[in-house]
């Protein structure tokens, strides 16, 4: 069952006089329940891709369909709704502010929905509980973005979107984090797209969808992802 519908799907940036063609009517679905990853070269619209899929930004052509409902053309309070309650991000410099523990860093998004999950209880699942009174600057790069990820998912997203979330970590803490997306999305029957240009990430995914030049050129099953040891 298809979660999140692409048909060709065309962007270009302009600056000034230039013109970058960042996706050229490229296609892809996303199932329910599936993690997906997303690799691709630097510039190859793994990133673009990822935005117009969180209603971040708008395709030139094509159409996005989220489970029967068109984002293409929804108006502006829609996107932002839409943003808000059935997506979750996960950034690869974490964006945590600063001046909030991690437990408020969590509370603050919790409150941007109706039912969020407990602060707590989410903290718990990505082992941080004991940190919760904890400034971003006072955990380890792996920690902030396990924040991050508690972040995005206590509003219960239907959809969690990471990009390159493992891209400043060491590949330790890495493969740590993709464990914790993959237990995240098995206990709350969610689904993740995890963008990167990282090939040894690829290897560990059920399905792995391969850009290049602003297309998706190959979209293949792992019969036997590598388990995140
Ligand atoms: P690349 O994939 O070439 O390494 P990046 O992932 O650094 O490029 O950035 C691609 C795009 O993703 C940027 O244009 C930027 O808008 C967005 N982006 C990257 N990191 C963040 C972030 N922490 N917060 C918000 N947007 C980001
Ligand atoms: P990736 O995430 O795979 O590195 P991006 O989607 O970030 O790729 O970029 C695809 C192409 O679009 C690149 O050539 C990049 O330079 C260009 N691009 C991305 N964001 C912008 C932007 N905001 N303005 C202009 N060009 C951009």
């Given at each position: 069952e298809v979660l999140l519908s692409l048909k060709n799907i065309s962007k270009t940036y302009t600056m000034g006089e230039v013109q970058v063609?960042?996706?050229?009517e490229t296609s892809l679905d996303i199932y329910k329940g599936e993690l997906l990853v997303i690799l691709g070269p630097s510039g190859s619209g793994k990133s673009t891709l990822l935005n117009l899929m969180g209603g971040i930004d708008r395709p030139d052509g094509g159409e996005i369909i989220f489970d029967t409902r068109?984002?293409?053309?929804?108006?502006e309070k829609e996107l932002t709704l839409y943003r808000r309650r059935d997506v979750g991000f996960v950034f690869q410099?974490?964006?945590?502010?600063?001046?909030?523990?991690a437990a408020e860093n969590v509370a603050l998004a919790a409150e941007l929905v109706a039912e969020p999950l407990a602060v707590d209880e989410v903290l718990r699942d990505v082992g941080l509980f004991e940190r919760r009174d904890h400034f971003p600057s006072q955990l380890s790069g792996g920690e902030q973005q396990r924040v991050a990820i508690a972040r995005a998912i206590v509003k219960r997203p239907r959809l969690l979107l990471c990009d390159?979330?493992?891209?400043?970590?060491?590949y330790e803490t890495g493969k740590m984090i993709l464990k914790l997306l993959s237990g995240v999305r098995e206990k709350y029957a969610g689904t993740v797209v995890i963008v990167t240009h990282n090939t040894a990430i690829g290897g560990m995914a059920e399905r792995v969808a391969r850009m290049r030049s602003g297309q998706v050129v190959d979209v293949s099953v792992n019969a036997c992802p590598l388990p995140p040891e």
């Open positions: 063609e960042a996706l050229k068109p984002l293409t053309n929804a108006r410099f974490y964006n945590l502010i600063p001046d909030l523990t390159e979330p493992t891209g400043a970590l060491d």
